[in-house]
Structures are given as structure tokens and as C-alpha cells.
């Protein structure tokens, strides 16, 4: 097999009448006095542009902008190949009648004709003198000629590479992402070439204006899912995972969803997948996989699934888009009822009772990246992007994953045990530990109940033991967290030893 790596080099260079007149982005001269007090025409509309713009707008006479569609903003599209804010510096100058200005005309449709020292600028739908416009007025936006037209206008995929036989096939169609990079499936191979893969920016045609594929702090987690997919493939090693207790569930989630970087900067593209094992008493984790091949995972990483949980992280999905007021008042929610109208990037489980076929992968559920599961649950956003409140974040994910696995997933403290052993008929079923499922040095608490499972039917002693009380318990039972989450109670877990800890979370 082979993996192209080139990136995305070949400029895009238009062929309208005097295109030859163009100074292309990638030999511009960088030294600003180059620009003094001349008039400077930019063709493009992107980052690239908009940098230059910044870059020279201080010595020139003027900036003018011109691309055939509306600048979008990266904040909100929450697509950072979108203009950037730190770029962006000729919109104030535009609307602040700084002399600069943006506007938008088909950059295909225009001609350049050189007169004395200056470029002119027409379109066919002008007579041969500029400053006769199709309608009546001579106010033309673009009539006073400029010095220098520069071409800002991005880059593609160079598809020269390819003999004839092997030349991957285009995505067809006359789009940016149809045009700009090669056809490819979501494991990163040629749709057309068996056996020839891509990897990095030229395989951002699986997410583009959608994640963050096409730039380095994406496609450094696209690169190690390919090399995994490609291990499996041709060396026989499986996907790498790790092996849990399901009564340590709620943990491995809670840290994962505040420490995952690749699911995080990779949103909606790369997930998590928990797979259960054991008739659910325990689960593999396996991380960062193409979501999109979730029908496919057993094929792809050599492990088995059936009933299984995918952690993917997700922005409202009425919440990004150029002609979206991202800064309306009502932008967010902290109320935990409302989790599921969260707009910023935040986590959602989708639980499958089993996997989905790969004909239910192609008829989502509305706007989301999977079919319908048996069971959804979104965190709610967080101003921090810390998931780690006890009653809004974790007490519902708790639920959730109770709900899903009919197990209690509580962690307790040894104290709390006994106490609960003295004081109730039965003691919660977590702290009924017995054989190699015992994490103390005894044989577990005393009860009356030897079962080590835990069912509905548990579930409902225990609230009538308590008196008819819900989980929140007054005397100690609470969620225990690594001391990288930063909440009081990681702190006090982190200070008591792991020999009295009970099995598995408030």
C-alpha cells in the first residue's frame, strides 16, 4: 500500500483575460515598504487574504477585496478555516471608512488590462471603457485602478502526482471540497486505487466546514486513526483498548471527556467506543475511532462488538453557520434539564443495544452524525469545558449509565459501607464484594443479600431500605474522580488509599 502525504500545494490559479497581470500568494514580496502608498487590489476572501490585507494595509493607499462570495467568520462557524478574528483587521477598516474595503464580484468573470502604471479592472458585462457600467451611474466600486492585483485565492491537491491508471478519483462536482482534494472513503483510501491511502490536510474532504481535519491540530489524530486502521489491515495487531470493571464506567467517561483531546478537536469525525463484555459486568474502551465506520468496527479493529456506547463530542446543531448570531444572550444553558439544547461543543453517548448495520448508517437521526440509538444522553455545556460538576454533569451521566447497564454505579467509602451495614437491611449492592471482585482484604460487608449483581429489583430494596430516599445520600456515598479533575471530591479520593474504596460512583 501506498500513503500520500503532499498536502494541498497546487495554487488556485484563475484563467480569465489578463490573469497574467496576477502576483500570486506564494511569491509575494513579504517586506510591507514593497506596498507604500500603492493601491492594492486582493483576490480571495480567505484566511490567506485576509492576512495579507493585515500585513500590508498600514503602508498602502488602499486595500480593496474581492471574492465571489460573503466573508464567513470563523466564530460563527466554528470552523477554523473560516477568517479568523486575528485576521480580520480590514472589516474594521472597511466599516470604519478607513479608505479599504471588501466587496463581492466573480472573480472568474473579471478581465485586468494594464494601462500606464496601474491594472484596471472590467467584467464582460462592461463596455471596453471602465467607467461606463452596465447600468447608468459611472460609481463603478472598482474604477480607480490599483498598482498590484494580488491572488490570494488558496490552494488544492496536486493530482499530477498520478499516472493515468492510478490518478484518485475526484469527488465530482464544482464545490471547494469537490475540487480541492482527492475522493476518499472514511478510511482514508483512494474510492477508486485499492491500497492507495492519504493522510493529513488532503483528507479533509470527510470533514470540511464541518471539523478540523484539514489543519495540524486535527489531522494529527486522523494520521494515528489511519496508521491503526492500517496495522489491523496488514500486520494482524488490534486496535488498541483498555479493560474495565463496568462498576468503573462512569470514571473512565468522566475522565475521558475532560481530558480527550482527539474526540474533542475532532468533533463529530473521531468517538470513543465502549464495548460492552460479560453480560455488561465489564467493557473495553477503545478510542478515536471514524465514527462513520461504527457498522464496520469489528472489520476495522479486530475487536468484537454488540452492545455498544459511542462518545463523540457535538456543537448544537442549529447553533454554527455564517448567517448565525452566535453571541445572542440566549446562547447557552446551565440547566441540566435542558442538557439536549446545549449549543457549545459538548459531549453525547449514543447507546446501541447493537451495533448499527451500515444501512442504518447511511439514514441519520435528523442533524446527527449517527442513526437513532436505543438510548441518547447529552452533558450539558460548560463555560469551561469542565465536566466535572457534580449535580449537573456527573449525577445525569450516572443515571444514564445506570439506566443502560442496570447495574449501581456508585463508589463508596469503607466507612460508609459499614455504616450502611449497621444501620439498613442490606447494605448498596457495591459494597457486597466477594472472591477476585474484591477490592478489600476481607471477604466484603456483611448482608443479608449474597448477590454480587445488581438489578431494578436491588435498586428498589435499596431505596426502600433508605427510607424512600433517592441516591443523594447525607452520609458519604459520592463520585470519585482523579485528582486532575480538580473537584473537592477528587481531592478527598486522591487522600484515601485504594484499599478502602468500595466498587463503583454517587
Not at 442496570?406 to 457495591?430: I, Q, V
Request: glycine share 8%; proline share 5%; charged share 20%.
Amino acid at each position: 500500500y501506498v500513503v500520500v502525504a503532499t498536502g494541498v500545494d497546487v495554487p488556485n490559479v484563475p484563467t480569465f483575460p489578463g490573469s497574467d497581470l496576477l502576483m500570486g500568494y506564494e511569491d509575494l514580496p513579504t517586506d510591507p515598504t514593497f506596498y507604500q502608498g500603492k493601491n492594492i487590489l486582493i483576490l480571495g476572501r480567505g484566511n490567506a487574504a485576509f492576512e495579507t490585507a493585515d500585513a500590508i494595509y498600514g503602508d498602502t493607499n488602499m486595500v480593496h477585496m474581492v471574492s465571489r462570495s460573503r466573508a464567513r467568520m470563523a466564530w460563527n462557524t466554528h470552523y477554523v478555516g473560516d477568517l479568523r478574528a486575528v485576521n480580520n483587521g480590514l472589516l474594521d477598516t472597511y466599516q470604519l471608512k478607513s479608505l479599504d474595503g471588501v466587496l463581492e464580484a466573480s472573480v472568474e468573470e473579471m478581465m485586468l488590462e494594464q494601462r500606464g502604471s496601474k491594472v484596471f479592472v472590467m467584467f464582460p458585462s462592461m463596455s471596453e471603457t471602465v467607467g461606463e457600467a452596465e447600468s447608468d451611474f459611472d460609481n463603478f466600486s472598482l474604477r480607480e485602478g490599483y498598482h498590484y492585483v494580488l491572488r490570494c485565492l488558496g490552494f488544492k491537491f496536486d493530482f499530477s502526482l498520478f499516472h493515468n491508471s492510478t490518478v484518485p478519483g475526484r469527488l465530482g462536482g464544482h464545490s471547494t471540497r469537490k475540487t480541492k482534494y482527492p475522493g476518499i472513503k472514511h478510511n482514508y483510501e483512494a474510492k477508486n486505487v485499492p491500497g492507495l491511502y492519504f493522510a493529513g490536510t488532503n483528507t479533509h474532504s470527510l470533514d470540511f466546514r464541518k471539523s478540523a481535519g484539514g489543519f495540524i491540530h486535527g489531522f494529527r489524530y486522523t494520521v494515528r486513526t489511519l496508521h491503526r486502521l492500517l496495522e489491523w489491515r496488514h500486520e494482524g495487531v488490534r486496535w488498541p483498548t483498555s479493560h474495565h470493571a463496568t462498576r468503573d464506567l462512569l470514571n473512565v467517561l468522566v475522565a475521558r471527556i475532560n481530558q480527550g483531546s482527539a474526540t474533542y478537536q475532532m468533533f463529530g469525525v473521531l468517538a470513543d467506543i465502549v464495548l460492552f463484555r460479560d453480560e455488561g459486568q465489564s467493557f473495553e474502551f477503545l478510542e478515536e475511532f471514524p465514527v462513520q465506520l461504527l457498522a464496520r468496527v469489528e472489520e476495522m479493529t479486530g475487536r468484537s462488538a454488540g452492545e455498544v456506547m459511542v462518545l463523540t463530542m457535538e456543537y448544537g446543531p442549529d447553533f454554527s453557520g455564517p448567517d448565525k448570531d452566535t453571541f445572542r444572550t440566549d446562547r447557552a444553558t446551565g440547566d441540566p434539564l435542558e442538557a439536549h439544547r446545549s449549543n457549545f461543543l459538548h459531549p453525547v453517548f449514543y447507546y446501541y443495544q447493537r451495533l448499527p448495520t451500515e444501512a442504518e448508517m447511511l439514514h441519520k437521526w435528523g442533524k446527527l452524525p449517527l442513526p437513532r440509538p436505543t438510548r441518547l444522553h447529552h452533558v450539558l455545556e460548560d463555560f469551561n469545558t469542565l465536566w466535572t460538576a457534580q449535580e449537573s454533569h456527573i449525577l445525569p451521566l450516572r443515571r444514564f449509565l445506570e439506566t443502560v447497564t442496570e447495574l449501581d454505579l456508585r463508589h463508596h467509602y469503607a466507612h460508609t459501607c459499614l455504616l450502611h451495614s449497621l444501620t439498613r437491611h442490606n447494605p448498596p449492592p457495591t459494597c457486597i464484594m466477594q472472591g477476585r471482585r474484591n477490592i478489600w482484604h476481607t471477604q466484603g460487608v456483611a448482608s443479608h443479600n449474597r448477590s454480587s449483581s445488581f438489578h431494578t429489583s436491588d435498586a428498589q430494596h435499596l431505596r426502600q431500605d433508605n427510607g424512600g430516599e433517592d441516591e443523594e445520600e447525607e452520609d458519604g456515598a459520592m463520585a470519585v474522580f482523579p485528582p486532575f479533575l480538580g473537584s473537592t471530591t477528587a481531592t478527598t479520593a486522591a487522600a484515601t488509599p485504594s484499599h478502602h474504596l468500595a466498587s463503583a460512583t454517587s
